[in-house]
């Protein structure tokens, strides 16, 4: 089956350590991105990749770092410096035509106390 | 840039009753729309997409919505609703030269018994 995989589902940390969610996909899609939902908020953008070896910042960049050396693969680092991180994470991926719909995983719920 | 407006965060509504969930959009360019759901700690899926043509669209789980143009609208509704819908539903837009989503902040459905 082709699709979207996030791990872990849930993560815990502490305050000052850098994290690392996974997300792999099986699509062929070049495109991938990195949301942050909040209740009430709805999705806000924080990085996104066209291609291989080259990303873009979203709307909410700071505190975080990603990586795109293969075409399945996009993680996200939220380093210490991201005042905010406890949300749930998503991560989507999709072609890069106009119109073409976004294919999510099922996210990770990252607590950081 | 376009931007979402969901005018209605939560919606309340009893099973077997209509339900429509309203979305507003704003762009100096033609765009293209989608309504997603999101099921508890799950990612998003795609209900429907509008991206030209017949301005009414019909979706997966008998969701429909209609474009209105002069009201920059893209409504969506079920005639029939199940204590299954209740869920998180998201609007969302793009322009016909970026591939990227902007979403709104979501519409909590309650399907009551």
């Known amino acids: 089956d082709g699709g979207i995989t996030q791990s872990p589902k849930y993560l815990f940390r502490k305050e000052g350590q850098n994290v690392t969610l996974s997300c792999e996909q099986n699509?062929?899609?070049?495109?991938m991105y990195w949301y942050r939902q909040d209740p009430g908020q709805g999705l806000r953008l924080i990085y996104y990749?066209?291609?291989?070896?080259?990303?873009q910042k979203g709307d909410i960049a700071e505190g975080y770092s990603v990586s795109r050396e293969k075409k399945e693969s996009f993680p996200l680092t939220v380093t210490s410096a991201q005042k905010n991180p406890t949300a749930f994470y998503l991560c989507?991926?999709?072609?890069?035509?106009?119109?073409?719909?976004?294919?999510f995983g099922n996210g990770t719920r990252l607590t950081v106390t | 840039a376009q931007s979402v407006t969901q005018l209605d965060s939560q919606v309340p509504v009893f099973e077997e009753a209509p339900v429509e969930l309203r979305c507003n959009y704003s762009s100096s360019v033609s765009v293209y729309l989608f309504w997603y759901v999101q099921y508890p700690n799950q990612g998003l899926q795609l209900l429907l997409k509008y991206l030209s043509g017949s301005t009414l669209v019909k979706g997966i789980n008998g969701f429909e919505a209609e474009f209105n143009k002069s009201q920059t609208s893209f409504h969506l509704r079920k005639p029939s609703v199940h204590i299954s819908d209740t869920a998180e539903y998201f609007c969302a837009v793009s322009r016909p030269n970026d591939y990227k989503l902007s979403f709104g902040a979501g519409t909590t459905v309650t399907v009551r018994a």
């Open positions: 989507a991926s999709g072609s890069r035509q106009g119109g073409s719909p976004l294919h």
């Open positions: 699509l062929n899609h070049d495109a």
């Open positions: 990749s066209q291609i291989v070896n080259d990303f």
